[in-house]
Antibody
């Protein structure tokens, strides 16, 4: 059974930093692209970025590129999101998801974690 | 960046009715589109990938259609467990933006 378990959320002051983790199990983590998304309270989903299996390709949504860093440790089956220079608008539930490649090159985020909550406030 | 315009924002329907949710992309996304269902307090669940393909375990009352810039998710004979929010997401080049969502409520 595929499982994704985020952790590391909490309260952080504006301008501060926070590191999120996503522990994966039930599949060969080292073979899959992985992704982060977030959902602000009462709002829709926002895609944060993705990372390929070898960490050689990392893409971000442009507005977050200078604040967030995505990385992974395949030996630990863990995905990471380093958040810096956070602002109140970064308050959200942060999800990790597996990015699956289907036949003929189509993609979808087929498994999601339960999310970890980040609150930016003084 | 590709923008996804999803409509309607909300829909009030009764059990047994049929609903259609649409997403329009700002440019051709060549069927690189997924649909998700999200119930209150839960994480999103994949329903459809590649615009028309049902994910594993998704009931056949769900169907996806469309091409080019216009896509739809149709739910036939709504069941009580279908109420929640629905999102589209494109995968034609990063960033993989989501639509703004459709909240399906019980009438």
């Amino acid at each position: 059974e595929v499982k994704l378990l985020e952790s590391g959320g909490g309260l952080v002051q504006p301008g501060g930093s926070l590191n999120l983790s996503c522990a994966a199990s039930g599949f060969d983590f080292s073979r899959y692209w992985m992704s982060w998304a977030r959902q602000a309270p009462g709002k829709g989903q926002e895609w944060i970025g993705e990372i390929n299996p070898g960490s050689s390709t990392i893409n971000y949504t442009p507005s977050l590129k200078d604040k967030f860093i995505i990385s992974r440790d395949n030996a630990k089956n863990t995905l990471y999101l380093q958040m810096s220079k956070v602002r109140s608008e970064d308050t959200a539930l942060y999800y990790c998801a597996r990015l699956n490649r289907y036949d003929v090159g189509y993609y979808a985020m087929d498994y999601w974690g339960q999310g970890t909550s980040v609150t930016v406030s003084s | 960046d590709i923008q996804m315009t999803q409509s309607p924002a909300s829909l009030s329907v009764s059990v047994g009715e049929t609903v259609t949710i649409t997403c329009r992309a700002s440019e051709n996304i060549y069927s690189n589109l997924a649909w998700y269902q999200q119930k209150q307090g839960k994480s999103p669940q994949l329903l459809v990938y590649a615009a028309t393909n049902l994910a594993d375990g998704v009931p056949s009352r769900f169907s996806g259609s469309g091409s080019g810039t216009q896509y739809s998710l149709k739910i036939n004979s709504l069941q009580s467990e279908d109420f929640g929010s629905y999102y589209c997401q494109h995968f034609w080049g990063t960033p993989f933006t989501f639509g703004s969502g459709t909240k399906l409520e019980i009438k």
